[in-house]
């Protein structure tokens, strides 16, 4: 019978360390989903900074290019 309680307490041990070992690697992982998520947007704002400021004035300034040696 004390085998049997013991074996038990040990499966329960087991079980807890389990789910302990669980609840840090579900942290862990919300913070490298949070990381990734914080990434993602900074390079969203840079997408959206090249197309709509860096390549407008970069394309601008190809067509004042063009204009200047169509005019001479």
Do not use: T
């Not at 329960?12 to 690697?25: H, Q, S």
């Amino acid at each position: 019978m004390i085998d049997i309680v013991n074996g038990l307490r040990r499966i329960a041990e087991e079980g807890y360390r389990f789910a302990g070992d669980a609840a840090d690697e579900i942290e862990r992982l919300r913070a490298s989903l949070k990381a990734a998520e914080k990434e993602r947007d900074a390079l969203r704002a840079e997408v959206i900074h090249i197309k709509e400021v860096e390549f407008p004035r970069k394309a601008q300034a190809v067509a004042d290019g063009w204009r200047g040696r169509c005019e001479r």
